[in-house]
């Protein structure tokens, strides 16, 4: 699977569960010393971009196609207007 990241760098992603788990831990990260405040508030925006869109990744691998009348389509949880 791949993923465009905030600075529009495209990233595979191999397992997503573990990536899922690294970004939570990641987006809520900051410094102890508020000399940092700007990098984090950057850091956290990018990783709370990032845990959105694995998130979508996760729930559209969790969609169940239901056949009705031969036709097979899907139940589309929801989706953000971003390129994923």
Do not use: C
């Not at 397992?15 to 809520?28: H, N, V």
């Not at 700007?38 to 694995?54: A, F, G, P, V």
């Amino acid at each position: 699977m791949k993923i465009t990241d905030l600075n529009g760098e495209s990233l595979e992603v191999t397992d997503l569960d573990k990536t899922i788990k690294q970004a939570e831990i990641f987006k809520d990260y900051e410094h102890e010393n508020k000399d940092f405040k700007d990098l984090d508030n950057r850091h956290k925006s990018y990783w709370n971009d990032l845990y959105q869109k694995l998130q979508i990744l996760k729930n559209n691998q969790n969609e169940q196609p239901i056949k009705k009348d031969g036709i097979q389509s899907f139940i589309h949880y929801w989706k953000l207007d971003k390129r994923v």
